[in-house]
């Protein structure tokens, strides 16, 4: 009888995840087989569980025709390889890894120029095909793994999505970082990641921007230069002082209309708007701003496979950023993904099999 593995799978729309259980997966031609060590919980996986999107003004960005269900979800996975098919090279038994999730098709513009992220017929791990919400992990080729050495697995799962998707926003920003603090919005499981990666980059800091009060004080603990609850009538005003005189740049981890139109209107001359947040809506956006005030809002998502080994480098070099990870066992999957649903959750939950 083959061995099993357990997984835990999205089965339906608003639907809780199931446990399930399945042969474990032998790999054929450059597949590699991970046993799990971790695997983060992400705010997009709550997107998934909800089918959609929400665009504002009652339009509903829905994917549900594009999720082969059940589906295991988990795109933050790391883990040490256990089975290597036969064309598998590049990659050692037993290395400690995290799996690049970004999976493209290889063939397109996107996956030609590296930003395989950017793909447009993406297979992504815990997306398009099966995650690492399981006790073993199937990835198509080494080139997705990148070794992690010394690092403690469960505290390096989350740098393949929350970690790699702030670094490659931070990066937008490009000499302002050191020139000058910027503001952050939301200090979620991505604004905590956000500031220690910031502090890696030689960046001179960041504000935050956050309702509630206990992720502002996380945030002060994380090395937020202060922190500000955006419902005070004066939020713009606090903003500039804080930061000491121009808001040149902004990185919205929200992305709400509210947070984006903040964004817009305080921003001076010459600033930078980096929007990374799906929690979704509208804005009106007054046109006559953009060029009178040379604004550049710009989006942001994931990063590539190529940034992912940059971060690694970097986190490996100055430590993993203090990020609060809540350890739980793979069997609370889906009580994590409603804690995160309902705010409850602080810095990161990574689920350990
Ligand atoms: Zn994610
Ligand atoms: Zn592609």
Not at 200 to 214: H, I, N, S, T, Y
Request: aromatic share 4%.
């Amino acid at each position: 009888m083959r061995a099993m593995m357990q997984c835990y799978q999205l089965t339906g729309f608003h639907q809780e995840l199931g446990r399930s259980e399945k042969p474990r997966p032998e790999p054929t031609g450059t597949e590699v087989l991970l046993r799990v060590a971790g695997a983060g919980v992400c705010h997009s996986d709550v997107h998934l569980w909800e089918g959609s999107y929400d665009l504002g003004a009652e339009r509903k960005l829905s994917f549900a025709d594009r999720l082969k269900l059940p589906l295991t979800l988990g795109h933050e996975t790391a883990g040490e390889v256990v089975a290597l098919g036969p064309d598998a090279t590049g990659i050692a038994l037993g290395a400690s890894c995290i799996a690049c999730s970004w999976i493209g098709c290889r063939e397109c513009v996107a996956c030609e120029a590296g930003d395989e992220h950017l793909c447009t017929a993406p297979r992504f791990l815990g997306v398009n095909r099966d995650g690492g919400y399981a006790d073993y992990l199937l990835v198509p080729h080494p080139r997705y793994l990148v070794e992690i050495g010394d690092l403690d697995p469960v505290a390096s799962a989350p740098l393949v999505c929350s970690g790699l998707t702030t670094y490659s926003a931070l990066k937008k920003f490009g000499p302002l970082l050191a020139r000058q603090p910027i503001a952050i919005i939301g200090a979620g499981g991505l604004g905590l990641i956000a500031l220690g990666i910031l502090k890696m980059l030689g960046g001179k800091g960041a504000v935050v921007v956050e309702l509630d009060p206990r992720k502002r004080e996380a945030a002060t603990a994380a090395g937020a230069l202060a922190t500000i609850d955006p419902r005070a009538p004066d939020t713009a005003t606090q903003l500039r002082q804080a930061l000491g005189g121009a808001v040149l740049g902004v990185l919205d981890l929200v992305g709400s209309g509210e947070t984006a139109t903040l964004a817009v209107e305080t921003l001076d001359k010459g600033g930078r708007l980096v929007i990374v947040g799906l929690f979704g809506g509208a804005m009106t956006l007054a046109v006559p701003l953009v060029p009178m005030k040379a604004l550049t809002i710009q989006g942001s998502y994931i990063g590539s496979p190529a940034e992912l080994s940059e971060l690694v480098a970097l986190v490996s070099e100055h430590g993993m950023p203090a990020t609060p990870v809540d350890r739980r066992p793979l069997a609370q999957a889906a009580q994590a993904l409603d804690d995160l649903r309902h705010g409850k959750v602080v810095g990161r939950v990574v689920l350990v099999p």
